[in-house]
């Protein structure tokens, strides 16, 4: 079947880094997104990968590895307002959206 | 705020009942997706129009349909209603040929 998997939580400390893993399995397959929520809120979008590599924007980077099926996000200087879910998410063959089931992110002082 | 409006915000309902939640999408797109998001879980893809025409069909109940008009907004209906369909419902829209999806406020759905 079609599916992203990620981790369920993780916790971090503020300041710090964050690395949040999605593995996917998907037809079709041609880039990877990641979308956070806020407890309550609308998903929003973070970034896009349509090629490999490393894709930056400002605290936010996100990564892509076709050949591994393999991606994350990365977060750096890490803000208790981080604190939300995060979602990686990839089109599939026939143009359905499948998302993952989130991870969790705590952000401690 | 994302440019996507879902109305109504909130809708409380009985069982058995038949209710519309409606989405305008952001100006210039022509794809409207439709989501449903139990309590802690993922979104689940429902189904997906560009410009009024059903392009993708999720995992979508039959008591479950929907349309995008020509002024390209998008209802969303849920008949019969069980009380495990109580859920927040995101409409998401987005431009010819991006990726990225601009999600609406959802429309929280409590089925009693």
């Known amino acids: 079947g079609q599916s992203l998997e990620q981790p369920s939580e993780v916790t971090a400390v503020e300041g710090a880094i964050v690395q949040i893993n999605c593995t996917y399995q998907?037809?079709?397959?041609?880039?990877l997104s990641w979308y956070q929520q806020h407890d309550g809120g609308a998903p929003t979008f973070l970034s896009y990968n349509g090629l490999d590599g490393l894709e930056e924007t400002g605290r936010f980077s996100s990564f892509l590895s076709r050949s591994d099926s393999y991606g994350y996000l990365l977060l750096q200087e890490l803000q208790m307002k981080d604190s939300a879910s995060y979602f990686c998410a990839a089109p599939t063959g026939g143009f359905k959206t499948i998302f993952g089931a989130g991870t969790r992110l705590f952000v401690k002082a | 705020d994302s440019g996507v409006t879902q109305t109504p915000k909130h809708l409380i309902t009985a069982t058995g009942q038949r209710v519309t939640l409606r989405c305008s999408p952001r100006s210039g797109d022509l794809s409207v997706y439709w989501y449903q998001q139990s309590l802690d879980q993922g979104l689940q893809f429902l189904i997906q129009y560009y410009n009024g025409e059903e392009r993708a069909k999720g995992n979508i109940l039959e008591r479950f349909s929907a349309q995008q008009f020509p002024d390209l907004h998008s209802e969303l209906n849920l008949s019969s209603l069980e009380l495990g369909d109580s859920a927040l419902y995101f409409c998401?829209?987005?431009?010819?040929?991006?990726?990225?999806?601009?999600f609406g406020p959802g429309t929280r759905l409590l089925v009693l």
């Open positions: 998907t037809s079709g397959f041609y880039g």
């Open positions: 998401a829209s987005s431009s010819p040929g991006a990726e990225t999806q601009y």
